[in-house]
């Protein structure tokens, strides 16, 4: 099937520092890129839906101006939190979906958990 | 409004014991489609099964089975004779058609599988 990575895998900054995560497709390109969001012991939350070439769609209740996703290519999407505080430590999950369409056809990066300190 | 409740939020069996994850989902489309996720530790979600609304029919891989029932509104996953691998959370997700691929999670069954 096919690839999605995110790097880096974990991360620790410091309060009030952005911190970049990058998603890419390895071997397919995606025209859409969703960031999941997943604190301890709970489900995944859609933060953001990014669609290559155009500004992120967020899901109500998410700042974009905290959260800032960027989809510049069709195999690289990358969320920036900006100035990080500790209620932000959480694992962020990307997904991407083929260009070919099909709402089943979408795949999951590995994760990065993000500790801020 | 679309949802996914998944009421178990943990189970715990012995090994070789067969084990049911209840998912009722809630949509208004007419096209939808239904998922489950293992997320092991190690937090990478593993993809076990795609449904779309117009195939009933239960599928049946391995050790695992799914039973989709529309009048119910139902899309639940049997594991036939556990293994302590088989501890996870696991997740049940729904994407309409019209909502460009977004998928809708529900809060995850946490099973853990005893030798």
């Known amino acids: 099937g096919a690839v999605v990575s995110q790097h880096p895998s974990r991360v620790i900054c410091k309060s009030g520092t952005s911190v970049k995560i990058e998603c890419r497709s390895l071997d397919f390109q995606a025209t859409t890129m969703f960031w999941y969001r997943q604190f301890p012991k709970q489900s995944l939350m859609l933060m953001a839906t990014?669609?290559?070439?155009?500004?992120?769609?967020?899901e109500q209740g998410v700042e974009k101006d905290k959260f800032l996703i960027n989809h510049a290519s069709l195999t690289l999407s990358t969320l920036t939190v900006t100035s990080a505080h500790p209620e932000d430590s959480s694992f962020y999950i990307c997904s991407a979906r083929g260009s070919s369409g099909g709402a089943y056809e979408q795949y999951f990066g590995p994760g990065t958990r993000l500790t801020v300190t | 409004a679309q949802k996914v409740t998944q009421a178990q939020t943990e189970i715990s069996v012995v090994e070789k014991e067969d084990v049911t994850l209840d998912c009722v989902y809630e949509?208004?489309?007419?096209?939808?489609?239904l998922f489950w996720y293992k997320q092991p530790p190690s937090g990478e979600l593993v993809f076990l099964i795609r449904?779309?609304?117009?195939?009933?029919q239960n599928e049946i891989s391995g050790r695992y089975s799914w039973n989709f029932q529309k009048s119910t509104s139902s899309f639940n996953f049997t594991i036939t004779a556990s293994q302590v691998v088989d501890s996870a959370v696991y997740f049940c997700?729904?994407?309409?058609?019209?909502?460009?691929?977004?998928?809708?999670f529900g809060q995850g069954t946490e099973l853990s599988v005893k030798p």
């Open positions: 997700a729904l994407s309409e058609r019209n909502q460009g691929g977004k998928l809708i």
């Open positions: 449904r779309n609304s117009f195939d009933e």
């Open positions: 990014s669609n290559e070439g155009s500004k992120a769609t967020y």
């Open positions: 949509t208004r489309d007419t096209t939808y489609y």
